[in-house]
């Protein structure tokens, strides 16, 4: 089994719409990150999480938001979605005894 | 905040020979240095990483070098084989000085897309 669900795997919604991502992990580890990657721009970093009372944002948080419902689980919501945020989304966790960070499938979400 | 750049965006290689992606960074107190390799579909997998205390360091067919005072490593890999082909992505982070010591997340590069020619 994968250490590192996403789900959806795929999902188009309309603009206005709000959109839950939901990750899980299976490596016991405490930190996790979200991930959007645009073709040609690499990964950047929306939203990360030291534990489940440690929440911080990365660079491009705006128009995104994040709920750590477990030290396994972490959300990532659209609450409007806009289509500019078509894009494919990684989360990936990390332990406080190790630097990789072990990355999901992704979920590519497209907003029509 | 880091800003990390990366060349070629494509590289084109044929098989056998090696190919070489190179990234330069901006944050001297970026200490960590991984990179990523991520096929179609799936997400990136770590390949190698390295530390600022460490000039270079090898894993078979790869290996990577850091030059801190000039801001810039380089991922080299050899005897390039038609499953090398993906996307590889560097990245650099701060982090403690032991493993697991507080990453902030990671500042990526934007790609290179690796091609090899048979």
């Known amino acids: 089994d994968a250490d590192v669900t996403q789900t959806p795997r795929n999902r188009i919604t309309k603009t206005g719409k709000r959109i839950m991502l939901e990750c899980s992990q299976t490596k016991g580890h405490d930190r996790m990150y979200w991930y959007r990657q645009d073709p040609g721009l690499g990964l950047q970093l929306i939203y990360y999480s030291f534990d489940v009372k440690d929440i911080n944002k990365g660079e491009i948080s705006d128009g995104y938001s994040v709920s750590r419902q477990a030290q396994a689980k972490f959300s990532l919501s659209l609450e409007s979605a806009i289509p500019n945020q078509t894009a494919l989304y990684f989360c990936a966790t990390t332990g406080q005894d190790t630097d990789t960070q072990y990355f999901g499938p992704g979920t590519r979400l497209t907003v029509l | ?118």
Do not use: M
Not at chain 2, 16 to 36: E, H, L, Q, R
């Open chain 2, 1 to 118: 905040g880091e800003n990390v750049e990366q060349h070629p965006s494509t590289l084109s290689v044929q098989e056998g020979d090696s190919a070489v992606i190179k990234c330069t960074y901006s944050d001297s107190a970026s200490n960590y240095f991984p990179w990523y390799k991520q096929e179609l579909g799936k997400g990136p997998q770590l390949i190698i990483d390295i530390r600022s205390n460490v000039g270079e360091k090898k894993d078979q067919r790869i290996a990577v070098t850091l030059n801190k005072t000039a801001k810039h490593f380089s991922l080299h890999i050899t005897e390039t084989q038609p499953e090398d082909s993906a996307v590889y992505f560097c990245a650099a982070s701060t982090t403690g000085p032991f493993p697991g010591g507080g990453a902030d997340g990671l500042t990526f590069g934007k790609g290179t897309h690796l091609i090899i020619q048979p």
